[in-house]
């Protein structure tokens, strides 16, 4: 077909000024190849039907064409057969399928002047093809076939994958994904079929998408070969080159978007070359240096470029355009996804043999590390047997510890206990010792009065001087006196016996088992013992109840009081020293318990000392005054008791200890205890 040619620079001409104005000039090639520019080219040929048939077709195999035009000239008279293109609504009584194909109202025998305006910002080719109706129904049929089989491997591959990626959640394969889908849509939009059957009449998704989508599908690309080869690991400056291809090729994107489509479809047909041999030169290096799956990248991705170099050449006019040429980049593509797919099987036996001699390395260093435990724990036994040894040496020693500091804190009580006996008894004493030498004296008068009687009485003679002695020595005086010595005498042995039987009652010493007891006279002894502590120093406050007899140990319970009202006495003289403290004692009966309130004015403590206050050792006393056992062990006897103590304090006021004791306890905790 004899094929002429004319460039509209403005792209404004009608078919009457090309008809008037038009200077053609011949076309060799059987295909135009008008490159990319904004002009609008004119095609003129000449047609003769010479089928049997009364209608001829018209297929323009290029479907990014974004204005297209088709006249007819018979005998004169000019038909407008087709207005349409990618950019124009389509009319779907002419435009029925993804080609540009129409049918030329020429009857047999007859011939007519073909004018075909083209106009598209991508690059613009104009291969024509003049056919009857069987011949274009075939060659239709052929194109969805092949189309279809292309679609069926992508889907197939693209649904594979997926799979594979959800099971093991590997990024190759998302990557992998990604670019297949990306891939498809990019060649179905070269093809016409994503304007036709995804977006029709979306003229700005239908001007965009094969641009848009040729960037996208470069970037999966390129992030795919990244992972799946480690390219980082191999090329450093990967990353770097990279992002300076994406970043002029989302410009050239940008570009087209804002309305400079020539100079943005020159940018990405630049970028998308570059990066596609910057790749292959890459997968090409990391083969060289010994990758495995390096190799299945390089075979897969030399073919894709393979068939887009070939697909360009035709474009060029280097090939001729036929079936093979213009379908190339889809076979390309087509066996690109199936040698990735098997490069990423391949990987996943990788990694299966990676994980298998992993598996072993790994029971290797279990079975390792299996017999170090063994041997640690052998280490750690004896390690634990010596320790244990060694902690139960020391927890008997702070036992014995313990018993020693209770024995000598009862011990400390038993030495307050002797001194306070040893003073009461001294003052008896010093009253039976400070009256026996006038005793004496009176005895011995008495005795002289007596020689004198008994002398006199021999002689007889004598009785008026004796009874003169008797005037003069006042016998009756002396009698009276020596009366007065023995009731001096007898007073202080009750004093003394008094003490003796208070010291009775607070030791308790005969009397060990649980019995009752009364509370009251357990604490008047208690203070009698205490008696150094608290006279002509302290001032002692009874309030005392009817109590009923109390089940208890008594001895133990006098230890708890003479506890607490040593440290009240110690308190108040702390305060206020010689005169001034008082210690209130005062006992209660709520319901079935008896409350024993030990109260004084001393120094009182903060928070912080009565948090620690029944803590074995703690004491705020200076060394040597205490050991901090006390009020642990007043606790220790109230518990036993199945009491309880409490403490309130407010500094430089004051302290108050409560007791509270149950009247009664059961029978079988006291045997327990």
């Not at 029925?96 to 613009?124: E, M, V, W």
């Not at 498809?184 to 998408?209: E, M, N, V």
Request: with cysteine.
């Amino acid at each position: 077909m004899n094929l002429w040619v004319l460039q509209d620079t403005s792209a404004k001409l009608t078919i009457q000024d090309v008809l008037a104005n038009g200077q053609f000039e011949h076309c060799t090639s059987e295909v135009p190849n008008l490159g990319i520019t904004r002009s609008a080219y004119w095609i003129k040929a000449v047609v003769i039907n010479s089928s049997s048939e009364e209608r001829m077709v018209l297929l323009i195999d290029h479907p990014e064409i974004e204005e297209l035009d088709v006249y007819l000239n018979m005998n004169g008279s000019i038909t407008r057969v087709v207005h349409g293109g990618q950019m124009r609504p389509r009319d779907t009584d002419k435009h029925n399928s993804p080609t540009f194909s129409y049918s030329l109202p020429i009857p047999y025998g007859g011939f007519a002047d073909l004018y075909i305006r083209a106009k598209s910002d991508k690059q613009l080719q104009i291969p024509l093809f003049i056919q009857n109706e069987e011949s274009s129904s075939t060659l239709k049929l052929n194109r969805n076939l092949f189309m279809g089989g292309y679609m069926g491997i992508m889907l197939v591959m693209f649904l594979y994958n997926l799979f594979i990626y959800f099971s093991i959640r590997e990024r190759n394969y998302l990557y992998y994904v990604l670019y297949l889908l990306t891939v498809c849509i990019t060649q179905l939009s070269f093809t016409g079929y994503s304007a036709f059957y995804l977006w029709p009449d979306k003229y700005w998704i239908i001007q965009h998408s094969s641009t848009t989508f040729t960037v996208i599908t470069m970037i999966f690309a390129a992030e795919f070969m990244q992972r799946f080869i480690h390219v980082p690991d191999y090329i450093a400056k990967f990353i770097s080159v990279k992002s300076i291809i994406y970043s002029v090729a989302i410009a050239g994107a940008l570009a087209c978007f804002i309305g400079y489509a020539v100079e943005g479809y020159q940018i990405i047909q630049l970028t998308s070359a570059v990066m596609a041999f910057y790749m292959l030169y890459i997968s090409i290096k990391i083969t060289w240096m010994g990758h495995r799956q390096a190799r299945y990248f390089l075979g897969a991705w030399g073919i894709f470029v393979t068939g887009i170099m070939i697909f360009v050449a035709k474009d060029w006019g280097l090939l001729p355009y036929n079936d093979i040429t213009k379908h190339m980049m889809m076979i390309g593509s087509a066996v690109e996804v199936v040698l990735l797919s098997f490069g990423l099987a391949d990987k996943i036996n990788v990694l299966r043999r990676e994980k298998e001699l992993s598996q072993a390395e790994a029971l290797r260093m279990a079975k390792e590390n299996e017999r170090f435990i063994r041997d640690q724990n052998v280490v750690l036994e004896q390690k634990v047997t010596e320790r244990t040894h060694a902690l139960q040496e020391s927890n008997d020693h702070l036992k014995r510890t313990q018993s020693q500091l209770v024995s000598a804190e009862k011990m400390a009580s038993l030495g307050q206990l002797t001194a306070g006996i040893a003073h009461e008894i001294n003052n008896p004493l010093n009253f039976i010792s400070s009256n026996i030498p006038p005793l004496k004296r009176d005895l011995q008068d008495l005795k002289e009065v007596l020689d004198a009687y008994r002398a006199a009485s021999k002689d007889n003679p004598a009785m008026r001087d004796i009874h003169a002695l008797e005037e003069r020595i006042g016998v009756d005086f002396t009698v009276k006196e020596v009366h007065e010595i023995l009731a001096c005498m007898e007073t202080g042995a009750a004093r003394t016996s008094e003490i003796v039987q208070g010291l009775r009652t607070f030791s308790r010493l005969d009397e060990d088992d649980l019995k009752e007891a009364d509370i009251n006279e357990g604490l008047r002894s208690t203070v009698v013992v205490l008696g150094p502590q608290f006279r002509d120093q302290v001032k002692v406050h009874y309030d005392l109840a009817d109590l009923p007899p109390l089940e208890c140990f008594p001895g133990k319970l006098n230890q708890l009081f003479m506890n607490l009202l040593n440290n009240a006495a110690h308190a108040v003289k702390q305060r206020h020293g010689e005169s001034g403290g008082v210690v209130g004692i005062s006992t209660r009966v709520e319901g079935d318990q008896v409350v024993v309130r030990i109260e004084d004015n001393g120094m009182g403590m903060d928070e912080s000392i009565q948090a620690r206050l029944f803590e074995p050792f703690f004491t705020t006393k200076e060394v040597g005054e205490g050991t901090g056992l006390g009020l642990s062990i007043a606790q220790g006897i109230a518990e036993k008791h199945h009491g309880r103590i409490t403490v309130e304090s407010v500094v430089a006021q004051g302290t108050v200890f409560t007791i509270t004791l149950p009247v009664r306890r059961s029978t079988d905790y006291a045997k327990s205890a």
